[in-house]
């Protein structure tokens, strides 16, 4: 079923959403029972605004904590009880691979997003994304989403991620003062913030290409203003990424 998202509602006294509509505590109930599904999530956020609000500051947020719960505990660790980009960006990064378009972020080949049942995070393999001054950040990347057999572009990888604490991090703090440029038309296909290209600030280090079991030089990735990080790489044969490994 396909809901039109209704952005006039404000689920005033006077609309008709709240004609007998349950309570948030009733709605949480539920939600709770439904084992935080992301599709009824979604569902739900598109009836009205009342709803969407009501997705934004609890669903999505008890969603994340139930698919990911230490990397959340970790995420928040810093005394934030908020997560930077909004808990809605950071329940899509979990759960969806973005894929490329022809002509678009990494100007490759048309492969289509599409939602992944499930994926490792790590924050150790994060640290292999990190430039040595940098590996104090704390980073947590997912295991490349393989497409494979995509003609000339070989087996081709994406991954994705996310910064704590980004706005303090020192990638940050280096990108800005590389006086490193955002994007000038692409952003983040999770919070729709502006993106840097971490190949053009030259800090993508060749552990990560080991970690992805890649190609050395066919490792690019962006990270946004919130810290989400999204980036594809061209996977080694099998066996060539066992060498790769065993080197790292």
């Avoid at 590389?178 to 983040?188: F, S």
């Avoid at 992805?212 to 030089?217: F, N, P, R, T, V």
Wanted: glycine share 6%; proline share 4%.
């Amino acid at each position: 079923m396909i809901l039109t998202k209704q952005y006039r509602c404000v689920h005033s006294s006077s609309c008709q959403c709240t004609k007998g509509h349950l309570s948030e505590d009733v709605i949480f109930l539920v939600f709770q029972q439904l084992n935080w599904n992301p599709k009824l999530i979604a569902t739900l956020s598109c009836t009205c605004k009342w709803f969407d609000d009501l997705a934004k500051r609890v669903l999505w947020k008890e969603f994340c904590r139930a698919r990911a719960p230490k990397m959340m505990l970790d995420l928040q660790s810093s005394g934030s009880h908020s997560v930077d980009g909004n808990w809605r960006a950071l329940g899509k990064l979990l759960i969806y691979c973005s894929g490329c378009s022809k002509g678009g972020l990494f100007n490759s080949i048309h492969i289509p997003g599409h939602f992944v049942y499930r994926t490792r995070f790590s924050r150790t393999s994060g640290k292999s994304f990190l430039l040595p001054q940098c590996r104090t950040d704390v980073l947590y990347v997912s295991d490349p989403c393989e497409h494979l057999d995509q003609g000339e572009e070989g087996d081709v990888g994406f991954f994705r991620g996310i910064f704590k604490s980004f706005s303090m991090s020192k990638v940050r703090k280096m990108l800005i003062k590389k006086g490193a440029q955002l994007h000038p038309t692409e952003v983040c296909p999770y919070c729709k913030a502006k993106l840097w290209s971490m190949l053009q600030a030259k800090m993508i280090p060749q552990s990560a290409s080991c970690r992805l079991g890649s190609y050395e030089d066919c490792v690019e990735y962006y990270v946004c203003l919130n810290g989400h990080v999204l980036g594809i790489c061209t996977l080694l044969p099998l066996s060539d990424s066992e060498e790769a490994s065993e080197l790292e």
